[in-house]
């Protein structure tokens, strides 16, 4: 990989700003979040109309999964991500360090590049800015070239809440320009969206760089639905979960495993649901998998071509895709989909449902849907996913505290800082293990030791015999 033309002033620039950036407070840093958001609720009507044209979005879907969810994440930055990011005392076990001091700290780790994704405009990317700014880094941010308007958005708003100019870069372009962030000198992180194929280059030419990554690839997100399942909830978020934007979120839903004995009813309601939708003017890869799916034994439960589209090469509009009879064997079983499709599966047991799911590319989060709270919970523990919802299914980062694939919560928060730790001794005599390592150090390091038993034997035998070496010990470190 090479640095990306112009790149490498965008980086240069960013540099430049973000040390005096860090130097601010975290609660100083924290303000100018707030700004972004009070920006975002000031611009919803225009936001919303403008990232809706760009995605071929309703202005509501807009409002509800990007602009919303960017307000929440925001707005939980400036008071939980900072309790999350402050200063923390730690304990020291006295018994080997009686006058250490020690805390640990969260350092900026310099200038960020955030390389986002079509399927991921707006929300994710302005959550990741908001944790690596208020981290105290600078941040270059590669949006989709599907995304360039929601880019420019972004950057926009955080010049309105007053950010330093330069310390937010924008850098739009191709898959080229994403790739050759991580060439650029001056970068010291990426955090990176996309495809798998994409993130593997990304992730390859981090370790030739010698640059820390954190990659979010397309997985296959999948539901549950169990025989106690409420069958007219479970419909509808499932389509919702599956054909919302399109069926283009990075949470789409891709996979349903459903319990025989509701399979039917449950299929039915998702078939009339599925079929109330308007058609998609690019279905991307559905027209092929859905072909193949169906070479190979599966059936077309709703959708398909609209009648009289296409011509001319372009690509026929579709009505969201819903498929049954799936099978583990089929593409469309393991490959994401870049458009509006479904594929269900029956299965005899809880259990087959969950080594299916084990099995899947791992997506953001596993539905499940059920009348019994447990038996979900139990379910959640053994899937080995990162989220897992009860009777809903999330296809953006509505929950800023808690973990979202690469971005969200407070384990993704310090992913963008340095964590250190500084201990602090007197300036004068000597730590008392230090030496000489001879026989009254080591009869006072087992007293240490037994004194810590759970034995009653050996607590009293270092009672007997430990103060004196202790005493020793103490004594000898005092006159240093």
Do not use: C
């Amino acid at each position: 990989m090479a640095p990306a033309p112009g790149v490498a002033a965008l980086v240069a620039s960013s540099a430049q700003v973000q040390p005096l950036w860090a130097a601010l407070r975290l609660p100083d840093r924290a303000r100018y979040l707030r700004r972004a958001a009070q920006a975002v609720i000031d611009e919803l009507d225009e936001l919303a109309g403008v990232l809706g044209a760009e995605g071929g979005r309703e202005r509501a879907e807009v409002i509800a999964l990007e602009l919303l969810p960017s307000i929440d994440a925001l707005r939980w930055l400036a008071e939980g991500g900072v309790r999350a990011l402050r200063e923390r005392r730690l304990a020291v076990p006295r018994a080997t360090s009686p006058v250490t001091r020690a805390r640990r700290t969260y350092e900026p780790l310099g200038v960020v590049a955030i390389v986002g994704a079509g399927d991921a405009p707006f929300a994710q990317p302005l959550w990741q800015i908001g944790a690596a700014l208020l981290a105290g880094n600078g941040v270059v941010l590669k949006p989709s070239p599907r995304a360039r308007v929601a880019g420019a958005r972004i950057a926009r708003l955080f010049a309105r809440a007053g950010l330093p100019e330069g310390l937010l870069a924008l850098a739009p372009g191709g898959d080229e320009v994403g790739r050759g962030l991580v060439a650029t000198p001056g970068i010291a992180k990426v955090a990176f969206t996309g495809t798998r194929s994409a993130g593997q280059e990304v992730a390859l030419g981090a370790a030739r760089a010698g640059v820390a990554v954190a990659l979010e690839t397309a997985g296959v997100g999948a539901a549950l639905v169990l025989a106690d399942a409420g069958i007219p909830r479970a419909a509808r978020g499932v389509v919702n979960a599956a054909f919302a934007a399109a069926g283009r979120t990075r949470g789409a839903l891709r996979r349903a495993f459903v319990a025989d004995a509701v399979h039917d009813a449950w299929l039915e309601a998702v078939g009339e649901a599925a079929r109330a939708l308007p058609p998609v003017a690019d279905p991307g890869s559905v027209p092929r998998l859905v072909d193949e799916a169906l070479a190979a034994g599966a059936r077309l439960v709703a959708g398909g071509p609209e009648p009289g589209a296409g011509g001319d090469g372009a690509p026929a509009a579709w009505r969201p895709a819903v498929l049954a009879g799936v099978t583990g064997d089929m593409r469309v079983a393991r490959d994401p989909s870049d458009g509006p499709l479904l594929a269900v599966t029956r299965v005899a047991s809880t259990d087959e449902a969950i080594a299916a799911v084990q099995e899947l590319p791992a997506g953001p989060g596993t539905s499940v849907w059920t009348a019994d709270r447990y038996e979900g919970e139990r379910i959640a523990r053994a899937l080995h996913t990162g989220a897992t919802w009860l009777n809903d299914h999330r296809v953006v980062p509505a929950l800023p505290a808690a973990p979202w694939g690469g971005a969200g919560g407070e384990d993704a928060l310090r992913a963008f800082a340095d964590p250190r730790v500084m201990t602090w001794e007197p300036p004068a005599g000597s730590a008392l293990w230090w030496g000489p390592y001879d026989a009254t150090l080591e009869r006072a390091g087992r007293a240490v030791a037994e004194l810590r038993s759970v034995r009653d034997r050996d607590r009293e035998r270092a009672l007997r015999h430990g103060p004196l070496p202790l005493a020793k010990v103490v004594a000898r470190a005092l006159r240093r």
